[in-house]
Nanobody, 114 residues
Framework: QVQFVEGGGGLVQPGGSLRLSCTASRTIFSTFPMGWYRQAQGKQRELVAIMSLGGSTDYADSVNGRFTISRDNAKNTMYLQLDSLKPEDTAVYYC????????WGQGTQVTVSS
């Protein structure tokens, strides 16, 4: 089974930026369409960005124009660049298959607060 390790989260002020990373225990980002999810406290997990095998991307309306998904197949790592952060972006962020069908990692906490 694949294991994901997410990192790069932290505390940032509104308007700030973070770069999240997701490393997999085996080659996967060139095999499946992948996505970034987030789960805010008391809310359901939501899909915020996806990348197809061909490299096309799509974003939830709430993050479109502010977040950018990318991957480095050689490093077996996927990234999520978070810009113009808002308090409502506060959540634990996870990576997974775009359908969420693989084992979940521990996620990385992003807190946007002044």
């Amino acid at each position: 089974q694949v294991q994901f390790v997410e990192g790069g989260g932290g505390l940032v002020q509104p308007g700030g930026s973070l770069r999240l990373s997701c490393t997999a225990s085996r080659t996967i980002f060139s095999t499946f369409p992948m996505g970034w999810y987030r789960q805010a406290q008391g809310k359901q997990r939501e899909l915020v960005a996806i990348m197809s095998l061909g490299g096309s991307t799509d974003y939830a309306d709430s993050v479109n124009g502010r977040f950018t998904i990318s991957r480095d197949n050689a490093k077996n790592t996927m990234y999520l660049q978070l810009d113009s952060l808002k308090p409502e972006d506060t959540a634990v962020y996870y990576c997974n298959h775009k359908l969420g069908i693989l084992p979940w990692g521990q996620g990385t906490q992003v807190t946007v607060s002044s």
